[in-house]
């Protein structure tokens, strides 16, 4: 059974760095994309980055491009987010999803993920 676990959430004032980490139970992590999505208040949940199976390639929304970086460890079995200059509009809960068999042109798609975790809360505020 596939268990996606995030930490690191909390409250940090604009223009602030957060880091989120994803632990996975998976056995054959190295063979999923990972990714994060988020959903602020009253907003549809968004893709906010991606990565494919062995880390080369990632993948952004425009909107935190250049302010956040996802990256994995394959012999850890975590996915992390670090987001620097953090804004007012980042806040929203954070999620990590998996998903084998995943394509570049899916990787925005909420449906095309396979697993989810329960989400850690990320409130940007003065």
């Known amino acids: 059974q596939v268990q996606l676990v995030e930490s690191g959430g909390g409250s940090v004032l604009p223009g602030g760095s957060m880091r989120l980490s994803c632990a996975a139970s998976?056995?054959?992590?190295?063979?999923?994309?990972m990714a994060w999505f988020r959903q602020g208040p009253g907003k549809e949940r968004e893709a906010v980055a991606g990565?494919?199976?062995?880390?080369?390639?990632?993948y952004y929304a425009d909107s935190v491009k250049g302010r956040f970086t996802i990256s994995r460890d394959n012999a850890k079995n975590t996915v992390d987010l670090q987001m620097n200059s953090l804004k007012f509009e980042d806040t929203a809960m954070y999620y990590c999803?998996?998903?084998?068999?995943?394509?570049?042109?899916?990787?925005?798609?909420?449906?095309?993920?396979?697993?989810w975790g329960q989400g850690t809360q990320v409130t940007v505020s003065s």
């Open positions: 998976i056995n054959t992590f190295s063979s999923y994309w």
């Open positions: 990565m494919n199976t062995d880390g080369r390639l990632t």
């Open positions: 999803a998996a998903a084998r068999g995943m394509t570049y042109y899916r990787w925005k798609w909420n449906s095309a993920w396979d697993y």
